[in-house]
């Protein structure tokens, strides 16, 4: 898509002169500056080309009129260049709209001849050969988009995922290695694997700690496939770490709404006998800081580099080998794509950056490592009809949640929308879902009788389906890139649900220590990175690399754990709009519990009392909850959660009981836990560490 807008304040005509030597700009003369903004949906960035040009000296009095004209005729050519160039044929939403592709010669009908997409590699023509006819929209929305390198890790993605459903998993991913020692030297201290979230905690590691340190990526380190929203508050947390600064991040800022609303269907008619009065909820500070991932993602890649990390894009991760005993040691096997010759690299410590379908934690939960996720898909498109309507786009707000129908065939798609730069937009559409590898639960299974369990695929054809009853696509809608993932996240309220593989440390997805139910990794991510930064560094000072001393390095947060509960209640438990009505009656409690609350709630620093004034309200206007809740959860959940309930009260006791004694209290625990044992001490600042994430000390 180009874009152009042109300043002119220069005198124009006659024939152009002998070449002149450059003159250092005075300020004074006349100019003309030209500004072409390019966007690219293969990679996901943005480019801005600025050109000034100026003539030395004052400007003539007679030339003031002459300057008036022609910024009005320029003005008259921008005009009709973006006419033109909005009058090229593009894909709109419609799915009867035909997407142009080469064909080859031949005789026959132009629906019957054989298509290849222009410029796929044949592996990409393959995969849309095999796609094109269950997905037909999918297919065709990416080919508009050019984007297949995208649908090719869409199809990975979920194939991925395929495996996660059949438990397999790869035990020779990770071995332990008697033979391996620490003291021969290492190439690097701390090796990523993964260059998207990983890569602005390798960042803080290198440009703040001084480690040397090394990100691989099977793709492009530093490329993103989901746009990112975070509170101007939350990132602070990133600049406090001192790895970047607001001036640095003033490009990566899309843009700034005034905030966001929560919104649930409600069809008049439902057979609920307890009434709940449709209602939204708006959210003034949460979400509210549109980024640019991709270029966010550059930024600290070229911090890193600065700082003398090194960047390994094209490596596929084959195993990690680890010292069996004694201090720690790894090795890590790559394998460059397109060649066979393995790279192998020696490091203090692996971190596990590879996001939901990691073989190393699949490995770790033995092929079912997630109890929760959220398929999620979507695009970044431009077009849409402005207004205030609800079908219409308010580029000063965002949608956190909206329901625009009941739930279908198990699943209660929620819609997601936040302005970006210019007239552009961010859509995703998701559902949740309890994974249940053996199918005995909840199908999750799409529109289609026939969609496999949690595929991408199925809610994108579903996505551009249905994308316009969400927001009205305008007469020069298109969508520009896609952005997707599946969220995860674990019901429980340990730090660890299973022990760490020696020499392994996992972070962003495939920790999946996100909240259950606002899902939001990378705001967990950021608001933890200088805690968990902080932690590492304290580890590595003092060699506390076994599994037991890394547990406590996480983003793990007690009131986040709590909120599995939540999640289960996003399923559908008997009709279609069970979801509908109790999310409404749930922005009723929020009206009455107040906006600070509810931010807490969402920004994951919801507090002992905000939670129970949360159940006694839902209570009050829903006494039939608790014969619901053991119809939903059941009796084993159902008592776990009482379980989880008494660990999570314990926690703020102890909370409050720091908070009391203050800094204090603080220096003192710590200088006794140190006399104790080194690990004693990383235990008690991870615990202090863990409260602040909360906002609870």
């Known amino acids: 898509m180009l874009r152009v807008a042109w300043r002119s304040h220069r005198r124009c005509g006659g024939r152009p002169g002998p070449p002149r030597p450059p003159q250092a700009a005075t300020g004074l003369g006349p100019r003309i500056e030209a500004t072409l903004q390019l966007h690219d949906a293969l990679i996901s960035t943005h480019a801005a080309l600025q050109l000034t040009l100026e003539l030395p000296g004052r400007g003539w009095p007679w030339r003031q009129p002459q300057r008036r004209w022609l910024r009005q005729a320029t003005r008259s050519i921008a005009t009709r260049l973006v006419e033109q160039l909005r009058a090229l044929e593009v894909p709109l939403a419609a799915p009867t709209r035909?997407?142009?592709?080469?064909?080859?010669?031949?005789?026959?009908?132009?629906?019957?001849?054989?298509?290849?997409?222009?410029?796929?590699?044949?592996?990409?023509?393959?995969l849309v050969a095999s796609l094109r006819t269950r997905y037909p929209l999918t297919v065709q929305h990416f080919l508009a988009m050019g984007a297949l390198d995208h649908l090719e890790r869409v199809a990975r993605l979920e194939r991925g995922w395929e495996r996660i459903m059949r438990g397999e998993y790869d035990p020779a991913v990770h071995q332990l290695a008697p033979g391996l020692e620490a003291d021969r030297g290492y190439d690097f201290e701390l090796i990523y694997a993964g260059g998207g979230l990983g890569l602005l905690h390798a960042t803080v590691m290198a440009a703040c700690h001084g480690r040397r340190v090394m990100v691989f990526d099977r793709g492009e380190v530093g490329c993103a496939h989901r746009e990112w929203n975070i509170s101007r508050s939350e990132l602070q947390a990133l600049v406090d770490t001192g790895v970047v600064s607001w001036e640095e991040l003033a490009p990566v800022i899309m843009r700034e709404y005034h905030g966001g609303t929560l919104r649930f269907h409600n069809r008049h008619s439902h057979s609920h006998s307890d009434g709940a009065n449709p209602a939204s909820f708006w959210l003034p500070e949460v979400l509210n800081l549109a980024l640019d991932a991709g270029a966010l993602l550059r930024l600290m890649r070229r911090k890193l580099e600065a700082a003398g990390g090194v960047i390994l894009s094209g490596r596929r991760f084959r195993t990690v080998r680890a010292s069996a005993q004694g201090p720690l040691a790894i090795e890590v096997e790559l394998e460059r794509l397109g060649s066979a010759v393995p790279e192998r690299y020696s490091a203090r410590l692996l971190l596990d950056g590879m996001g939901s379908t990691s073989p190393l934690a699949l490995l770790r939960h033995k092929g079912r490592p997630f109890a929760g996720v959220c398929p999620t898909v979507g695009t970044v498109a431009a077009g849409f009809v402005e207004g205030p309507g609800l079908h219409e786009v308010d580029p000063s707000r965002g949608d956190i949640l909206v329901s625009v129908a009941d739930?279908?065939?198990?699943?209660?798609?929620?819609?997601?929308?936040?302005?970006?730069?210019?007239?552009?937009?961010?859509?995703?559409?998701?559902?949740?879902?309890?994974?249940?590898?053996?199918?005995?639960?909840?199908?999750?299974?799409?529109?289609?009788?026939?969609?496999?369990?949690?595929?991408?695929?199925?809610?994108?054809?579903?996505?551009?389906?249905?994308?316009?009853?969400?927001?009205?696509?305008?007469?020069?809608?298109?969508?520009?890139?896609?952005?997707?993932?599946?969220?995860p996240a674990r019901h429980s309220l340990r730090r660890q649900e299973v022990p760490l593989l020696r020499g392994v440390l996992p972070v962003g997805d495939s920790a999946a220590q996100q909240s259950p139910l606002t899902f939001c990794g990378f705001g967990a991510h950021v608001r933890n990175l200088r805690r968990t930064t902080a932690?590492?560094?304290?580890?590595?000072?003092?060699?506390?690399?076994?599994?037991?001393?890394?547990?406590?390095?996480?983003?793990?947060?007690?009131?986040?754990?709590?909120?599995?509960?939540?999640?289960?209640?996003?399923?559908?438990?008997?009709?279609?709009?069970?979801?509908?009505?109790?999310?409404?009656?749930?922005?009723?409690?929020?009206?009455?519990?107040?906006?600070?609350?509810?931010?807490?709630?969402?920004?994951?620093q919801m507090r002992w009392s905000d939670f129970v004034l949360m159940l006694l309200g839902i209570y009050r206007r829903w006494p039939r909850v608790w014969p619901v809740a053991w119809e939903v959860l059941g009796p084993v959940d159902l008592a776990r959660w009482v379980r989880d309930y008494a660990h999570f009260s314990l926690e703020s006791v102890r909370a409050g009981t720091a908070r009391a004694g203050g800094p204090v209290l603080e220096r003192a625990v710590e200088a006794l836990a140190d006399r104790l044992s080194p690990a004693a001490g990383l235990t008690v600042r991870a615990t202090y560490a863990e409260w602040r994430a909360m906002g609870w000390v």
């Open 535 to 604: 932690l590492l560094e304290h580890a590595l000072q003092r060699d506390l690399l076994e599994p037991e001393h890394l547990a406590q390095i996480t983003t793990f947060q007690a009131n986040v754990a709590l909120h599995w509960v939540f999640s289960r209640f996003m399923h559908p438990w008997d009709q279609a709009d069970d979801i509908n009505w109790l999310q409404n009656l749930f922005v009723d409690v929020l009206h009455e519990l107040g906006r600070e609350r509810a931010t807490r709630l969402f920004r994951d």
């Open 407 to 487: 739930a279908q065939r198990g699943e209660q798609l929620i819609w997601e929308g936040f302005p970006g730069r210019e007239r552009e937009m961010t859509v995703y559409v998701f559902y949740y879902a309890t994974v249940d590898p053996d199918g005995h639960q909840l199908p999750a299974r799409g529109l289609r009788p026939d969609a496999p369990r949690y595929s991408l695929l199925d809610l994108y054809e579903q996505y551009f389906l249905l994308l316009p009853s969400y927001k009205q696509p305008g007469p020069h809608f298109q969508h520009i890139r896609p952005v997707y993932g599946y969220i």
């Open 98 to 126: 035909p997407v142009a592709v080469a064909v080859t010669a031949g005789s026959a009908p132009l629906e019957d001849r054989p298509t290849k997409p222009v410029g796929a590699t044949p592996e990409q023509a393959a």
